[in-house]
């Protein structure tokens, strides 16, 4: 007999008598079985005991039977006809919906995210200090490296934490928490206040923080969920489309900026910013509305997140319920709904099982492991580059609408507001917009060492145009126009090729790389290795540029961080070449795991001492 037909389970060495009585347990596929009072029985997914139930009334055979190794090639065909149905499908509504749904929350990640870039400057008004008279208060460094590095710090834990729980209780199960604390989070920074033992700048770190490990536990549901229900043909677009809502948020936190300034015009436009004090309580009021509005497409979000049915493939092969997943298959490809039988017949297999051996087992393949380490690199290395513009794009774009001690205060905010949505919408959108063409049609791989290396030589050319010290003049105050020009250009062309290159294709490669049980958790180390590159870019820019006040240090800081930035994308060039394109290919065959003989044959009862070991607890 084939060694693949042979149970791994102990319940076939000595005989023991069958069971006397029979039991029919039944479920909505989703749920452990109800348990019947017989005495053998055998172990679940979750590691509980099942009683053995009447296999006539079950549809599977005896253990003991000649035809239960039959059944397990039956259950092979059966989990990969349902599969290829997935794979195969057309794009129907309910994968237009998937899209929105989860675009949703991704569009109120960026936005909670990359606002704190205009909200640190209005905090800095009314919270903070002047280093001179006549100077406009700002925080201080260390405050501004705090609010700026807690959220990917928080969101750094958040993909590890959901990441594990995705795979262990289901992405249906935990699908809404993740968002549920972004909106708590938010909807708390907008009301917090200062107080003799409390600084507003603490509280809020600590909320962003919080709110980060909301936005960190999006990620690996979020991809998981839509490379799981995405046909083989567009899983490319699928998951690029739901991650290009990230822009979409982006551009929603600058137009709200702009919106706040000229609400506020008549107050603001005649106070200069040393006397901000003068119409703190405007200010106050404005960067609240900015935070604060994070929360109405959050809430948005969270009302249809919940519909969200569960994936087959997570039913198939963590849950082990082949004839749950099957139904779910037509269901939702048939009517693009969904819909629970408490009544379905539960059908559970024995199949790979998350365990620290099976998980050394597989990552002791070169060619997974090589996977493993070169999505986490590529991620880091593109989120130092990504995190470090994104979030100080006010600080490298000096040049552009460049600031004067006599600006008012309008004046201040509206061309900050206006420098962060030129990139915006002159590179970012316009690099999701290409690679949701060209991924399906030239692969992630390809698309992702163009994206390094034109990062590479875009990057260095613009830390050798700032460290020529031509893009200000020496007055601080008047800059080389043409320099300054230059140097938007080629920031645009940085976004562009950030997004239509690594930025995606590092969140798209570990969603089709990992197997089932594996993919959400491993989708989180990956992701956590990209936010740690987020928190070192912090971190190094916070070192170059505490001295903002004095120029030449200021420029030369600038110069220094864009030089390590391309060193990192010349990195990535090279860990990119050991991930192989998962282009047109399903997630089981990316997953390098041998898939004809993936179930060994239906579930089976326990030894006679364990079925009592578990009737005892």
């Known amino acids: 007999m084939a060694s693949f037909m042979m149970s791994p389970y102990p319940g076939q060495g000595k005989a023991a008598p069958p069971p006397e009585v029979y039991g029919t347990a039944h479920s909505n596929g989703h749920e452990e079985p109800v348990m019947s009072e017989v005495p053998y029985g055998y172990e679940t997914a979750n590691g509980e005991y099942q009683p053995y139930t009447n296999p006539q009334a079950m549809g599977?055979?005896?253990?003991?039977?000649?035809?239960y190794q039959d059944q397990g090639a039956l259950l092979n065909e059966r989990r990969?006809?349902?599969?290829?149905?997935?794979?195969?499908?057309?794009?129907?509504?309910f994968h237009w919906k998937v899209v929105g749904i989860v675009g949703a929350g991704f569009f109120t990640d960026a936005y909670d995210t990359f606002v704190i870039d205009t909200a640190v400057t209005i905090l800095g008004w009314v919270y903070g200090h002047a280093d001179s008279p006549g100077s406009a208060p700002v925080l201080s460094p260390a405050q501004i490296l705090g609010l700026k590095a807690a959220g990917p710090i928080g969101t750094f834990f958040g993909m590890l934490v959901f990441g594990y729980l995705g795979d262990r209780l289901g992405r249906k199960r935990i699908y809404g928490m993740e968002l549920l604390i972004i909106i708590c989070s938010v909807f708390t920074q907008s009301l917090m206040?200062?107080?003799?033992?409390?600084?507003?700048?603490?509280?809020?770190?600590?909320?962003?923080?919080?709110?980060?490990?909301?936005?960190?536990?999006?990620?690996?549901?979020?991809?998981v969920i839509a490379s799981e229900y995405a046909p083989v043909a567009a899983r490319g677009?699928?998951?690029?489309?739901?991650?290009?809502?990230?822009?979409?948020?982006?551009?929603?936190g600058a137009i709200v900026s702009i919106v706040l300034a000229y609400a506020y015009k008549s107050t603001l436009d005649n106070t200069p910013v040393a006397d901000a004090q003068i119409v703190a309580n405007h200010l106050d009021q404005m960067w609240r509305i900015l935070i604060g509005f994070g929360?109405?497409?959050?809430?948005?979000?969270?009302?249809f997140r919940f519909t969200i049915p569960e994936t087959p493939r997570f039913t198939m092969d963590i849950v082990r319920n082949v004839n749950q997943a099957c139904q779910d298959v037509d269901t939702f490809l048939t009517t693009g709904g969904y819909k629970v039988d408490p009544d379905a017949r539960v059908e559970v297999v024995q199949a790979p099982?998350?365990?620290?051996?099976?998980?050394?087992?597989?990552?002791?393949?070169?060619?997974?492991?090589?996977?493993?380490?070169?999505?986490?690199?590529?991620?880091?290395?593109l989120d130092i580059a990504f995190y470090g513009l994104s979030l100080n794009s006010s600080v490298f774009l000096t040049g552009i609408f460049p600031s004067k001690p006599s600006d008012t205060i309008w004046n201040r905010l509206h061309n900050l507001a206006v420098r962060n949505v030129i990139p915006i919408c002159a590179g970012l959108i316009p690099g999701y917009i290409a690679a949701f063409f060209i991924i399906d049609k030239f692969g992630r791989r390809m698309l992702q060492l163009v994206g390094f290396a034109a990062l590479f030589v875009l990057l260095l050319i613009m830390g050798v145009v700032v460290g020529t010290g031509k893009l200000f003049s020496h007055d601080g105050v008047n800059v080389n126009q043409n320099g300054s020009n230059a140097f938007l250009v080629l920031y645009c062309l940085a976004s562009f090729f950030l997004n239509c290159g690594p930025n995606t294709t590092t969140f798209v490669v570990p969603a089709e790389s990992f197997p089932t049980r594996y993919r959400s958790t491993m989708n989180g180390v990956v992701a956590a290795s990209g936010k740690l590159g987020a928190i070192i870019s912090q971190a190094v820019i916070y070192a170059q540029l505490k001295d903002v006040a004095q120029l030449q240090k200021h420029e030369r800081g600038i110069m220094v961080i864009l030089i390590v930035f391309a060193v990192f994308m010349l990195s990535g060039v090279a860990s990119t070449l050991i991930v192989p394109d998962t282009m047109n290919q399903t997630l089981e065959t990316n997953s390098n795991e041998e898939q004809a003989n993936f179930i060994y044959g239906p579930a089976q009862p326990t030894r006679p001492e364990q079925a009592d070991r578990y009737r005892d607890q």
């Not at 002791?364 to 991620?379: A, E």
């Open 60 to 67: 599977s055979y005896n253990w003991r039977s000649d035809d």
């Open 80 to 93: 990969k006809a349902a599969l290829d149905e997935v794979d195969k499908a057309f794009f129907s509504r």
């Open 193 to 223: 206040a200062q107080g003799r033992a409390v600084n507003i700048v603490g509280t809020l770190t600590l909320s962003r923080f919080i709110m980060g490990v909301g936005i960190g536990g999006d990620y690996p549901t979020s991809s």
């Open 237 to 252: 677009r699928m998951i690029t489309a739901v991650f290009a809502t990230q822009g979409l948020g982006q551009v929603a």
């Open 295 to 303: 929360c109405i497409p959050g809430t948005l979000a969270l009302l």
């Open 353 to 381: 099982k998350a365990s620290l051996e099976d998980w050394m087992n597989y990552f002791s393949k070169r060619k997974n492991l090589f996977v493993l380490l070169g999505t986490c690199y590529s991620w880091f290395a």
